[in-house]
């Protein structure tokens, strides 16, 4: 049988991804694993923790991956199948210099993956990822004899990160009162939620917490359409709140008393507000996260600045500049006072922490908070244009707006001021880096400066998309 050609696509800037059998087959990742540990070795590194979540293909994935990995001379440390937070926690707390992780996160059953870390848990870089790629498609990577394996051995650590993470909560007046309803989704969260919450006292009810590879209950994405029951059992069990994970368990959404979904922003601001009390100073948002993240967070101390879109930039940047909190629009948050990488699992204790010493419920603390409607709209251009498009596109709108109003590090935001014509808000214009589409959004601080803003911007990026 003819071995397949492997397909560049399954790498991206920020993991690899493929459909089992169709793009991404267990040969394939064998190579990766022997490119891995051609790379690391090329920078004078020798370990790496590998872990799984609970897709049908993973183990097997994985069995591969350590292949390539010893094979290429590398010291393997198998965390098995688990969640990315006790995958993350064992290569942090070994001290070892790679993390990969077999998953594909939130996508549907028939793919998967693989992610790589430092071994602090801060995802590689495109750069690094685009090394790995290139070592795959060039055929480069190199192979050791016999006596040159690297040396194999399986950890369990899930005990170790419960009381990592049970030391660290402060829930023991009034937390008996708290109830928390999870949504585990049937994912990698099903193995660890909820003996953490047993163990940090918190009374906790759990829809689909069974592993199931083919998410059976809801998509392995948590989306304000795909948590309807978990909205449903919140109110119909007068649960303080809840929360649902994604497949592999680093993103997080939460539901407050009255079943409402909350934006990461509006998670990231209640969470901000308890961790400026403690300590001023640095908190991280991604270029599409809201301006109600400036508004409240502010004038309480913490000193703001946007980043790319990504929760790899999120995690370097807020370790390296020792950030109070990191938010990224799709529900990943970073504190990396408690964790250098983005665990889901400690969103929710700090929630509930929140309520214990406020004594307030969290639909209170939700409308404590300025409204600011926002929309997205997707406009269709094609791959081979589109970033030339983003460039000419960027060059006339500073003509008008003027360089200091416009952030370029990733596609085009625009704020607003209230004096100026179009009102309070601003505009994110941003080509996908995986479909033929630019986005636009908008956020204004009424439905009328938002849907003005809207207009404005689809028009002039039509015009510009139409140029080409």
Request: net charge negative; proline share 4%.
């Amino acid at each position: 049988m003819q071995e397949k050609e492997i397909p560049a696509h399954i790498f991206r800037a920020y993991d690899i991804r493929g459909i089992f059998n169709e793009d991404l087959y267990p040969a394939t990742t064998l190579k990766i694993g022997h490119a891995l540990g051609t790379y690391a070795k090329e920078r004078g590194e020798k370990s790496v923790v590998v872990g799984n979540d609970i897709r049908t293909t993973s183990p097997l994935l994985s069995n591969a991956l350590i292949s390539g990995l010893l094979s290429s001379g590398m010291d393997v440390t198998n965390a098995g199948t688990t969640s990315f937070g006790v995958c993350a926690f064992s290569g942090w707390l070994l001290k070892k210099d790679i993390i990969a992780y077999v998953t594909a996160s939130h996508l549907p059953p028939e793919w998967n993956g693989v992610k790589l870390y430092a071994g602090e848990g801060i995802g590689f870089s495109a750069e690094e990822n685009e090394k790995i790629r290139d070592i795959v498609l060039e055929g480069k990577e190199e192979k050791v004899s016999w006596s040159e394996v690297g040396n194999y051995h399986e950890v369990d650590l899930r005990d170790k990160y419960i009381e990592y993470i049970a030391e660290r909560f402060e829930l023991e007046s009034g937390n008996g009162e708290k109830k928390i309803m999870l949504d585990c989704g049937n994912g990698s969260m099903g193995l660890i939620a909820l003996d953490v919450m047993k163990r940090v006292k918190l009374k906790t009810d759990a829809l689909f917490p069974n592993p199931d590879p083919s998410f059976p209950n809801r998509p392995s994405e948590p989306t304000e359409e795909s948590l309807g029951a978990l909205k449903e059992e919140v109110k119909r069990s007068s649960a303080d709140f809840g929360a649902a994970f994604d497949g592999d368990g680093d993103r997080v959404a939460i539901v407050d008393d009255r079943g409402r979904m909350l934006s990461a922003d509006q998670c990231g601001v209640i969470i901000a507000k308890e961790l400026l009390e403690e300590r001023k100073g640095l908190v991280l948002a991604n270029v599409e996260c809201s301006m109600l993240i400036e508004r409240e967070l502010e004038e309480l101390g913490g000193k703001i600045e946007r980043i790319p879109v990504g929760h790899t930039f999120l995690t370097k940047e807020a370790n390296k500049r020792n950030a109070v909190l990191g938010i990224e629009s799709s529900g990943h948050y970073v504190i990396p006072s408690f964790f250098p990488f983005d665990d889901a699992m400690i969103i929710p204790l700090k929630i509930a922490e929140i309520l214990v010493k406020t004594g307030k419920k969290l639909s209170e603390l939700v409308d404590e908070l300025p409204k600011f409607p926002k929309e997205r709209m997707n406009l269709e251009c094609d791959d081979k244009v589109k970033f030339e498009a983003m460039l000419v596109l960027a060059e006339q709108l500073a003509i008008e707006y003027g360089d200091d109003r416009i952030n370029t590090m990733d596609g085009i935001r625009i704020d607003l001021e209230e004096e100026k014509e179009e009102g309070l808000g601003w505009v994110l214009i941003r080509a996908s880096n995986t479909s033929p589409l630019i986005r636009v959004t908008v956020e204004g601080a009424t439905e009328k400066i938002k849907d003005k803003l809207m207009k404005k911007f689809v028009a002039v990026t039509e015009d510009e998309i139409r140029k080409f």
